[in-house]
C-alpha cells in the first residue's frame, strides 16, 4: 500500500525541480501532501473527509454508506450533543442543535451566557450519516468531538464587537452571537493563497472557487477519487497554514481529542475498525498528531468540564444565518441545496432521511440497504485526477433559458422594469460571462452577475436588490423551523396556554390576535401570558396595538401583534432557563435586584414588574426589602426622580387594593424620609446633583411627610434640613424658597417681593430664567404653588427683554415636555383659570395679582388698610367672628374691628394671606 503513490511522488520531485531550479522547500510540501494523503488512506479506520454544507460530499456519503453498511459511526460535532438528534425528526431542515448556559462558572461573568451550535442542512454530509444511524438497525452513532463545554475552555474571545455596526438581517441573525460548530471548516488560512486562487480562477470569493473547481469536478468522482482529493486538499490547506499557535493548537487538540474517544469506544465496545467509519472535515484528516489513528499513542488528557450548568435544544435556522456565521458568500448554500437535488438525479443516488422528517420529500417506504461490498485495494487515483483537463459540461440552454424568463418574471414583482428583451439580455451576458471565464457552462454566479448588469442598472426600486432575486430564485433563504414535540416544556406550555385564540403559532410572520376579555373572561389568562412574553422577548415577538398594563387595573379588550414562529429561537431559549414562563420571569427580575450595581430606582422597577405581570406579594415583599437595603446604602441622589414615581405608583396601588400597606413600604418610607434628609443639604450644592434630582427628593419628602410622621418620623429633621442648606445655584435656591413656602417659613408676600427685586436688579436678571425653571421644578414638591408659577412666568414674558427669555424657553420646553405627566395639566388648570376665556376680554383683563388691595402691615397694628379689607369682606368676618365666639353685632364704627383684629392678630394675618391671594 506504501508504494501506491510513488509514481505520484516522482512527477511532484520533477515538478520541484523545473518550478523551483532545485530540490527545496516546495519539494517537501509536495511530496509532504502525498504522505499526508497515504496516510489517511492506510488508516484501518476509514476516514470519510467532508466539507460543510457540499452537496458533493453529501452525495459521497450517501453512496458510501450503502455500500459499506458501517456498524459504528464516529461523527464530528460536540459529543454533548447526542441525545437531541432524534428530535431532527420534528424539524423542518435547516435547524441548529445548541447548547447553552446561563449560570456560568468556571468562565469570566462578561462571557455570559454561552451559546454553542452547529447548523444541519438536509444537503449537508453529516445529515446523511446522521439519518442513516438513527434509522438503521443496528448502528450505532457516536459523536467524538470536544464538548460545547471545552469549546469555552479552548476560546481565546475576540475583542466585542463594535456597538455602532448595523444590525443584522434578521435571517442572518437566526443563530444570534453563538460560536459555531461545522464539520469541514475548509478554507485557505494563508490570505495570499486565498487571493491567488480566485484571482486565476476567475472568480469573486471563495465559495464560487469551490462550487467550479471542487463540487462539479467531484459531483460523479468514484469514492477512492473523492477520499485522496479531499485529502489532499485538506493537507494542502494545513501545510500553508500561517504559524497562528493558539488555533493550530485547538487544531491538533481537537484531533487529539476526537482520536482518544475513538479508541476509549473501541476498546469498551470491542468494535471492529474495519466496521466502523470516521466522518470529520477534511482538514482534520489529514491530522499529523501522534494520537492519529486506531494504533495511535494514548497521551492526551482530556479536562475535566466547568460546573457550567448546560442546557440543549433545537433552535431555526437559515441559509442566511449559516452564511453569515462561517464567512460564506451570500447565496452560497442556497445554490449547494439546488446542486444537491441535481446531483441526485444525475446520479441517482437515493439520500438517507429520518423517518417521518417534517418538511423533508414523501416517500411511500425507506428503499432497502444493498448488500454491504468489500473494499478493493486503493489504488492512486490523484495522478489521473490531477493530469485531466476539466470535463467542459454542455450548454444547457433550457435551463438557462428559464432562469433568464424566471428572474424577469420575479423582478418585475419587485418593481424593476424588466422585459422579454432583459430575459435575452440576461440569457446571451451569462453565456458570454462564462466564456470570459473559461467555462462552458454558465455557473449560477455567472448567471447571478448577468443579471444584476441587464437589469439592475444601480437601481433597486423595491425591498430586493437582484442578487437577493436570484438567491430567492436558486432555493431561497430556507428557514428551518422546530417542531412542537422538539420544543422544551416552557415552549410547548406557551404553545399550550396560547391556544384559545386560535392562532397558527408556529407559523412564521405576523398574526393578529384580538381578546374580549370582557366578554369571553377564559382570555384573561392568555392576555396575562402575551404581557410577560412581551416583557422576556424581543420586540415585535409580542407587541400591542391595544391594551396597556397598569397597577390596579384589569383589561376589558386587547389587540395584539404576534410572530412567536418568527422568533422561535428566543422563545426555545427562554425554556433553557425553566420550565415556566413564570419561573424564567421570577429568576429575571431577582437577578435584576440583586445585581451588585442595581439602583434603588431599578430594585423598585422590579416589584412594580412583578406586581403587574406576576401579581406575587410574596416576590414583591422580598425585592421591595431588597429597595430598602440599596437605598439605605446610596450615596448619590441620582435615581430620585425614578424613586419618586415608583413609590408614588406603588403606594396608590396598595392603597386601594390592600386593607393595609405591606410592611416593606412603610420601612421604605421611613427609611426614605431620614436618607433624603440627610443628604438634601449636600444635593443643594453639589453641582453634580440638577435641579430635578433635588426638586424629587423634596417632592418625596413632602408627598410621603404625612406616612412618614405617622410611622414614628420627626419633622424636625426636614426642618434642619432645610435649614443648613445653603445652594448657590439660582434654579436650586428657587427650589429652596419654595420648600420653605411649603414648611411655612415664608409667606407668599416675601416670596413675591423676593422675585420682584429679583426682576428690578439689573445684575441679577439675566439668572432670572434659572430662577423660573426652579420654580417650574418646585411644582414637584409643592403642587399648590401653581398660581405663583403662572404668575412669575407671565411677569418673565411681560418684563424680560427679549436677548434673556428667547434663550430661555427651550429649556422651559424641553422642562415641560420631560415632566409633562406632572406638571403641564396643573399649570394649564392654574391658567385656564386665572386667564379669560375669550380673545375680546384680554385687551381690558388685569392680573390679578396686579389688582390687589395692599396688604396689611403687620398683624399687631393695623390701620386704615385693615379697616377697608375689613368693610370689603363682612361675610368673612361674620365667619370668623363666629367661630371665635364673639356676639358683637358688626358695625359701622371701626372700633370693633378693631378690636377684633387686635384681640386676634394671628387670625387676621392668616386672613389676609389668603384673601391676598384671590
Not at 414674558?797 to 424641553?814: N, S
Amino acid at each position: 500500500m506504501s508504494g501506491a503513490f510513488e509514481a505520484l511522488r516522482g512527477q511532484l520531485r520533477e515538478a520541484a525541480a523545473a518550478f523551483a531550479d532545485g530540490p527545496g522547500a516546495l519539494e517537501g510540501i509536495l511530496l509532504g501532501l502525498v504522505d499526508d494523503v497515504d496516510r489517511a488512506v492506510r488508516e484501518q479506520l476509514e476516514i470519510f473527509p467532508v466539507c460543510h454544507h457540499s452537496p458533493a460530499s453529501a452525495v459521497a456519503m450517501a453512496r458510501r454508506l450503502r455500500e459499506k453498511q458501517p456498524k459504528v459511526v464516529y461523527l464530528e460535532l460536540c459529543e454533548d450533543m447526542a441525545p437531541l438528534l432524534t428530535e431532527l425528526r420534528n424539524c423542518r431542515l435547516p435547524v441548529a442543535v445548541q447548547a447553552f448556559a446561563t449560570e456560568v462558572k468556571g468562565f469570566p461573568a462578561e462571557w455570559a451566557p454561552l451559546s454553542v451550535v452547529a447548523p444541519i442542512t438536509e444537503a449537508s454530509a453529516e445529515y446523511q450519516a446522521i439519518a442513516y444511524a438513527l434509522d438503521t438497525p443496528g448502528v450505532e452513532l457516536v459523536l467524538v468531538d470536544r464538548s460545547a463545554d471545552h469549546v469555552f475552555q479552548w476560546d481565546e474571545r475576540e475583542p466585542a464587537a463594535d456597538p455602532d455596526a448595523p444590525p443584522a438581517e434578521e435571517e442572518a441573525a437566526l443563530h444570534g452571537d453563538a460560536i459555531g460548530v461545522e464539520i469541514g471548516d475548509l478554507r485557505p488560512r494563508f490570505a495570499e493563497l486565498e487571493e491567488h486562487l480566485l484571482r486565476h480562477g476567475r472568480v469573486r470569493h471563495w465559495s464560487e472557487w469551490w462550487h467550479q473547481y471542487v463540487e462539479l469536478p467531484l459531483g460523479d468522482s468514484d469514492h477512492d477519487t473523492y477520499r485522496q482529493v479531499m485529502f489532499l486538499i485538506g493537507s494542502l490547506f494545513r501545510r500553508l497554514a500561517p504559524g497562528d499557535t493558539h488555533r493550530v493548537r485547538v487544531d491538533e487538540d481537537r484531533e487529539r481529542y476526537m482520536w482518544t474517544r475513538m479508541r476509549e469506544h473501541l476498546a469498551a465496545s470491542g468494535a471492529d475498525p474495519a466496521d466502523c467509519l470516521y466522518i470529520c472535515g477534511a482538514f482534520h484528516a489529514a491530522s499529523r498528531v501522534a494520537e492519529f489513528g486506531a494504533e495511535g499513542t494514548d497521551g492526551f488528557v482530556i479536562s475535566p468540564r466547568s460546573e457550567s450548568k448546560w442546557q440543549y435544544g433545537l433552535i431555526p435556522s437559515s441559509h442566511a444565518s449559516i452564511e453569515a456565521q462561517f464567512g460564506l458568500a451570500g447565496g452560497s448554500v442556497s445554490i449547494a441545496a439546488t446542486e444537491w437535488a441535481k446531483n441526485l438525479k444525475r446520479t441517482r443516488v437515493k439520500q438517507f432521511q429520518l423517518e417521518g422528517q417534517v418538511g423533508g420529500p414523501k416517500r411511500k417506504k425507506a428503499p432497502e440497504l444493498p448488500e454491504p461490498t468489500s473494499d478493493p485495494v486503493a489504488s492512486d487515483q490523484l495522478s489521473g485526477f490531477l493530469q485531466r483537463p476539466p470535463v467542459l459540461d454542455g450548454l444547457d440552454e433550457a435551463e438557462l433559458l428559464g432562469w433568464s424568463v424566471e428572474v424577469v418574471r420575479a423582478a418585475r414583482r419587485n418593481g424593476y422594469l424588466s422585459s422579454t428583451a432583459d430575459a435575452i439580455a440576461v440569457f446571451e451576458t451569462s453565456i458570454l460571462l462564462a466564456g470570459l471565464r473559461d467555462r462552458a457552462k454558465p455557473t449560477p454566479y455567472d448567471f447571478q452577475d448577468a443579471a444584476v448588469t441587464c437589469i439592475e442598472k444601480d437601481v433597486v426600486p423595491g425591498r430586493r436588490d437582484v442578487r437577493r432575486i436570484v438567491e430567492i430564485m436558486m432555493g431561497g433563504d430556507r428557514i428551518g423551523q422546530v417542531g412542537y414535540d422538539a420544543l422544551p416544556p416552557l415552549a410547548r406550555d406557551v404553545h399550550d396556554r396560547l391556544e384559545p385564540l386560535n392562532l397558527k403559532l408556529q407559523q412564521r410572520g405576523v398574526q393578529r390576535a384580538l381578546l374580549d376579555i370582557a366578554s369571553k373572561p377564559e382570555l384573561g389568562p392568555c392576555s396575562d401570558l402575551l404581557w410577560m412574553l412581551r416583557y422576556l422577548m424581543p420586540h415585535g415577538a409580542a407587541r400591542p396595538i391595544m391594551g396597556e398594563r397598569r397597577l390596579g387595573e384589569r383589561p376589558i379588550q386587547e389587540s395584539w401583534d404576534l410572530a412567536l414562529g418568527t422568533h422561535q429561537r428566543a422563545l426555545i431559549e427562554l425554556g433553557y432557563e425553566g420550565v415556566s414562563i413564570e419561573q424564567v420571569l421570577e429568576q429575571r427580575l431577582r437577578r435584576a435586584a440583586y445585581y451588585p450595581q442595581a439602583t434603588a430606582a431599578k430594585v423598585l422597577e422590579a416589584v412594580e414588574d412583578a406586581t403587574l405581570y406576576l401579581r406575587s406579594a410574596r416576590l414583591a415583599g422580598e425585592l421591595g426589602t431588597r429597595a430598602l437595603e440599596v437605598l439605605a446604602t446610596e450615596r448619590t441622589v441620582d435615581g430620585a426622580p425614578e424613586v419618586l414615581r415608583r413609590v408614588r405608583r406603588l403606594l396608590a396601588h396598595y392603597r386601594t387594593s390592600e386593607p393595609v400597606l405591606p410592611r416593606w413600604i412603610e420601612d421604605f418610607v421611613r427609611t426614605g424620609y431620614a436618607h433624603y434628609c440627610t443628604l438634601l443639604p449636600a444635593a443643594f450644592t453639589d453641582e453634580e446633583a440638577g435641579v430635578e434630582q433635588v426638586a424629587a427628593m423634596l417632592g418625596f419628602l413632602f408627598s410621603m411627610e404625612a406616612l412618614a410622621l405617622s410611622l414614628g418620623c420627626d419633622r424636625t429633621q426636614l426642618e434642619l434640613a432645610i435649614a443648613g442648606s445653603h445652594p448657590q445655584e439660582p434654579s436650586k435656591v428657587a427650589l429652596l424658597w419654595a420648600a420653605q413656602v411649603q414648611l411655612g417659613h415664608l409667606s407668599r408676600a416675601e416670596l413675591r417681593e423676593r422675585c420682584a427685586g429679583l426682576l428690578a436688579n439689573p445684575l441679577v436678571l439675566p439668572a432670572y430664567p434659572r430662577y423660573l425653571s426652579g420654580f417650574v421644578h418646585a411644582l414637584e414638591p409643592a403642587p399648590g404653588l401653581a398660581d405663583f408659577v403662572v404668575e412669575a412666568v407671565s411677569n418673565a414674558f411681560a418684563e424680560l427683554p427679549d436677548r434673556l427669555l428667547l434663550p430661555w424657553l427651550p429649556t422651559l420646553i424641553t422642562t415641560l415636555r420631560s415632566r409633562g405627566a406632572e406638571l403641564v395639566p396643573l399649570l394649564v388648570r392654574e391658567a385656564g383659570r386665572v386667564f379669560p376665556g375669550r380673545l375680546a376680554a384680554l385687551d381690558a383683563w388685569v392680573p390679578p395679582w396686579k389688582n390687589q388691595p395692599e396688604t396689611l402691615a403687620t398683624p399687631g397694628k393695623v390701620g386704615g388698610n385693615g379697616l377697608a379689607l375689613l368693610a370689603a369682606h363682612p361675610a368673612t368676618c361674620d365667619a370668623v367672628a363666629g367661630l371665635l365666639g364673639c356676639d358683637e353685632s358688626w358695625g359701622s364704627t371701626a372700633t370693633a374691628g378693631l378690636a377684633l383684629v387686635g384681640q386676634y392678630p394671628d387670625s387676621a394675618a392668616a386672613l389676609e394671606e389668603v384673601l391676598s391671594g384671590v
